[in-house]
Every structure is written in C-alpha cells, then in structure tokens.
C-alpha cells in the first residue's frame, strides 16, 4: 500500500509503497477514506511540536471502512465506517497514561514512561495511508455513516470532537455568553459550532483573519466576529461588547503566539462565575492574578484530547443535523505528493481543511 513516512523528525515526508498491516491481537484494519492533514502537520515532522516516535507512518484521525478486525475486539464489525481517534490509554484506572499514535502528544505532564513507550512501539501506525492497523480501543463506529455519505467532511470529526470535550468541560447553559479566542482557526471554528449546537446565546469569534471570522458570522446571527487589535485591554472590550455583557464561558484555541495576551483577553472578558477552557496550542506562561480567580469565583481548566464517547454524541449531532457542517470548506488532496499536501494545509485558513482520500 502507499504511506506517508516520517523517518525521524526533520527528515521530511516521504511516499512510499509498503508491505498492508497485518491484523494482529487487539487490533483492526481500515481502508482509510478520509483523513484531515492539521495546518501543523509540517511544524510538526519537524520536530517542533513535541517529539514522535520514528520511523512511522504518519497521520494521526480519519475515517475509514473496516476491513478485518481480531477476534478479541468489538468496538467495531467489518464493514463498519469507522473514526480513527489514535488517542490509546494504557487503561490503568489508577494511573491512567495516554499517547497518541503516529503523531506527537503524550497526555498527562508530556513525559515519556516505559509505559508509553511501549505503547508507541507495538502500535507504530498512522492514518496517512490506505489502510491502517489500529487498536480497537482507539476506534468509535459511525452507525449511519454510510448513509450520510460525505466521509470528506466527516474527516474534520477529531478536530470538532476535541472542541466538543472543551465545551462539555465548560458547562456551557443554554443562552450562554461565549468567547472563542482564535475562531478564526480550524479548532476555535470547531469550537464555535459545538457552542452554538449546545445553544449559546452570542459567540464572539475572535482573530486576526476578518475573512474567516466574517465566514462564521455568516453561518448564524449568534456570532459576531471580533477583530483582535493585538492590545489585551481593547480586545478585552471588544468582546463584552460584541456580545453585549461579560463572557460565561472563554474557550482559547489559539496555535502558538509570541505573547498570552490574547489568550488573557478572553480571561479578562470572563464574568463572575466564568469558565475558561483552555485547548489550543500556546507555549506561553499566563499571568493569572490569584485573587480576580478568586473574587470572580472563575473556573480555569484545560482540555487534551476527548473520550470516544464524546466522538460518538458529536456523530449523533451531526447525523441528526443538529450540528451543520455544510459551513466547513474541504479541500481534498491524494497521497501522491506530500510536500504539496503540506503546503496546503498550512495554508488553508479558517473553516477549511485538507482532506486526505488515500
Ligand atoms: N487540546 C487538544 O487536544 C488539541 C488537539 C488538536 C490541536 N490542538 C491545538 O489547537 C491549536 C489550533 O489548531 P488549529 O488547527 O485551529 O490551527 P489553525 O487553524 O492554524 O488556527 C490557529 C489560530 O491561532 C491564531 N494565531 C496564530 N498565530 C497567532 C498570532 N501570532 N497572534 C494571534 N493569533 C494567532 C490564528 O489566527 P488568525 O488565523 O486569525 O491569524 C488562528 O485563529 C494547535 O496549535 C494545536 O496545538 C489541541
């Protein structure tokens, strides 16, 4: 079969032809049909994001048919259209340690165990492929999913599935008052369409990128988009204004920046009793005064990853059509030229990915 592999980072992506995965205990084997390439992706086999078990097939997410599966799992049937969430546990309930598969991340504080380790070396695999050798933990069936049809789109299910897990974690009420910081970004437009599914009053979508942020509001009259000025005191105003009172709830999903202040607007934003999730990708310390968390009784948590049965309720809401994703841009791509792919998804912007049909 044809694969993108990383040797070892830095080294770039290559297409190769190699032997089909073998199916093997605890696991199954997809014929891949969709799987969204991250606007990182390149970033990321540099080295810069974390570091990767190599050599490997990259990828990691995706939608594809199941073809085998081991007589030991059944979190999947052949046959079925299936998400691949490459998000393994090792399951022990006192200690629970995570990694994702064909990608960067350990969960927890990042470091790397004999445990993890172990993990990321009896399951080297990834989803830029056309087939893939999966644990069948990692796996979540989409009943329905045949007939809905559109897998392109269905590849964006990890991104919307992770937002979907911070909005849960924020306890967004129906008629809520939202902040996203960084919706112009694929995670932070995800993260837009998960609040207005579960009924927010007004979102501020806020960014850098208007076109993008425009977009969003033209999807519902919910959202207003708010055009960081780079000052924290202005953006700060600018989203209590644009949603006409203080935010309950702040969800950050900015990639990196050079400063938190963003990311401290939308704190600053924060009403009494305010949540603020964080789920992007900043490498900045935030300059939290302990006693504004303190007097406005403010909830701060962060969100890695999501469980599977987060990615099964975002299904039902898209099969049911609560959550409309006909607002999301695909850009299809095929495995042949990896270095062109890259440059894509780097350069796709808001509500638009690059999906992969291997
Ligand atoms: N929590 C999790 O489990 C999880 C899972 C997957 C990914 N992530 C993280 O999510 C982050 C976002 O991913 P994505 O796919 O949404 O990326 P993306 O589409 O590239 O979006 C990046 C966002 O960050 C903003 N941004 C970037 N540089 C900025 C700067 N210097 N100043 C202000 N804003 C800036 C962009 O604003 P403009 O476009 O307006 O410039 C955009 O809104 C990633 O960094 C990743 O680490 C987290």
Redesign the pocket.
Known sequence: MKAWILDEPGSGVRLQEVADPRLRSGGAILRMLAVQV???TRALTEGTRGGIATPTVLGIGGIGRVEAVAEDVHTVRPGDIALCTGFLSTGRIAHPEEVLLGWTGIGGRGVQTPATDAMRAVWRTGTFAERALMPGSTLVALPGADEYGDFDRLAFLP?LT?AASAVEKSELAPGGRVAVI???????GAAVLLALARGAGSVAAV???TA?LDRLAALDPRVQPVR?VGNRRADAEAIVAALGGEADVTLD??????TAD?TMAGFDALGLDGAMVL???VQQDLPIVYNEVMRRRITLRG???AASETAYAVWRQISSGVLDLRGVDVVPATLDDPATVLDRAEQT?GLSFVALRP
């Open positions: 991250p606007g990182y991104w992770v960084g919706g112009s970004g694929r995670m932070g960014g850098r990128n993008a960081s999903a900015l990639g990196p920046t050079p963003l789920l992007g990708g969100s890695w990853m912007s």
